[in-house]
């Protein structure tokens, strides 16, 4: 099994890193007022052939509140988001997601964050989740560790929740999603589909889940959530079991101690 954090990684200039991340922890306050201050007015379906997309006037909104800051801060790093292809050969980006869990939004479910990374070749240098309806901010750098609302996080040896998270793909259930659920289950654990990528990575982070699998993300989807994940102390693995900064076909942020285990899990219910 490898971890993300073990692997060799780019140093970045400490200075940068301190303004990025007092910079993103200033946007991802602004979002959380924002977003439980409007609860979910100005929603529409997207314009796709997904079900579960929305888009909303607070989407917009933070998203050019995001790039008006981050460009006047950061005026030689791009910023992306929703439906924007990245191009990988730039030294850093910025990622966001305005708010992760559209849908719950609308809906009134108090179950959304807003998602903001900055990244660089080798994973996330900086990530901020913001967790509106619990008041609560959650902040990581690349070597300097996870933080909630300012309080250090890292994961210890307590007892493993018995709870695992997944999501839905944009079309509905992932393959083998079923199977997956059987599995967890005759081992004692319940999995939970609760509607934010960013979140349920989080929650590994924090300890509040045992591991998260994601048979699908975009990058901005998850890249804050990573972070917090790799500074918590959680593996980060793709759907092979082998560490990377983001994987494209899937990913399992885990407690160290269950990772193969969910790993077993995710790799059995893949198989025809």
């Not at 008006?68 to 030689?76: K, Y």
Request: glycine share 10%.
């Amino acid at each position: 099994m490898t971890v993300l954090s073990s692997r060799p990684a780019q140093p970045v200039d400490p200075a940068l890193v301190s303004i990025a991340l007092e910079v993103a922890g200033r946007l991802a306050n602004d979002a959380s007022d924002v977003i439980t201050a409007t609860a979910g007015r100005g929603a529409r379906p997207d314009d796709d052939e997904s079900p579960f997309d929305w888009v909303t006037d607070t989407d917009h909104t933070l998203e050019r509140h995001t790039r008006r800051v981050l460009t006047s801060e950061f005026p030689r790093i791009p910023v992306f988001c929703e439906n924007v292809d990245v191009p990988f050969e730039a030294e850093f980006r910025w990622v966001v997601d305005p708010i992760d869990g559209t849908a719950n939004y609308v809906a009134g479910v108090p179950w959304c964050a807003y998602s903001l990374a900055l990244v660089d070749r080798w994973g996330p240098v900086v990530g901020v989740v913001a967790d509106p309806y619990r008041s609560q901010i959650y902040a990581a750098a690349r070597g300097r560790g996870m933080r909630a609302n300012g309080e250090p996080v890292k994961l210890g040896t307590q007892s493993t929740s018995p709870i695992v998270c997944t999501e839905m793909t944009r079309s509905g259930p992932w393959p083998g999603m079923g199977e997956f659920i059987t599995r967890a289950a005759s081992s004692g654990t319940g999995v939970r589909v609760l509607g934010s990528k960013a979140l349920a990575v989080a929650q590994v982070a924090l300890g509040h889940a045992a591991a998260a699998v994601l048979h699908g993300y975009h990058e901005w989807d998850v890249a804050g959530a990573v972070a917090l994940a790799v500074e918590s102390g959680a593996a980060v693995l793709d759907r092979r079991g082998e560490g990377d900064p983001l994987p494209v076909d899937g990913l399992l942020v885990a407690a160290p101690e269950v990772a193969d285990e969910v790993l077993g899990w995710w790799q059995a219910a893949l198989r025809p």
